[in-house]
């Protein structure tokens, strides 16, 4: 027993100083600086307050990693619940931009346990709290700190993207024009603005 683990511990040393040592390569830098770019591209979409494109967005990332990176049946399974919840949320911007469509939703969800705050707790936002949970889970996962660092930035916009959909919901159901939830910090710069669209 000692000796097997010995070994373990020789081996796991091995991966850290094969891993050390790839960190410090010019190609894993270059790695380094797209994830950068992406947390800071994902910061300037949430800032925008445009809760369409932040959902497209995540739907964006999360097709990326199914085509690509989806390499076992559970994050195969994962990934393809985070895009079914999504496209649910998806449906119920359209449904609650709508005062009289979404005046149904709402008296679907009477009970009391299918509210908060007065408001319902429908599928987009039992969808929007479900993906937070995933994005947590996934952050406990062995992640160099940029891949943490996109984790943060992507559970920070899924939190904002639900704060604008409570605020749709408001509207819908009180016929009155919500203020926009107030941005994360007073200091943060003005959006920059968003290339490719």
């Known amino acids: 027993m000692d000796a097997a683990i ?3 511990d020789r081996l796991l040393l091995a991966e850290e100083n ?3 040592a790839l960190r410090k390569s010019a190609i894993a830098r270059r790695l380094s600086a797209a994830r950068t770019d992406i947390q800071s591209h994902l910061h300037n979409v949430s800032r925008h307050n445009d809760l369409l ?3 497209a967005v995540e739907r964006s990332i999360v097709e990326g990693d199914l085509t690509r990176y989806a390499n076992s049946r559970s994050m ?3 990934l393809k619940a985070a895009l079914g919840e999504i496209s649910a949320l998806e449906r ?3 449904l609650v931009d709508d005062a009289s469509a979404y005046e149904a939703v709402d008296q679907a ?4 346990g299918n509210r908060r705050n007065g408001l319902p707790l429908d599928e987009a936002r ?3 709290a479900s993906h937070c949970a995933r994005l947590a889970n996934m952050d406990k996962s062995r992640l160099d700190d940029n891949e943490k660092k996109v984790l943060d930035a992507r559970r920070a916009a ?8 409570i605020a749709r919901q408001s509207k819908a159901l009180s016929g009155l024009t919500p203020a926009p939830p107030p941005p994360a910090s007073a200091a943060s710069p003005a959006p920059a603005p968003l290339r490719g669209r």
């Open 109 to 112: 969800h009477r009970l009391p």
């Open 53 to 55: 494109l932040m959902v």
């Open 76 to 78: 195969i399974s994962s």
């Open 92 to 94: 119920h911007m359209r």
């Open 158 to 165: 899924v939190s904002r993207a639900e704060k604008l959909y």
């Open 6 to 8: 010995a070994r373990l």
């Open 126 to 128: 039992q969808a929007l």
């Open 18 to 20: 094969f891993g050390a």
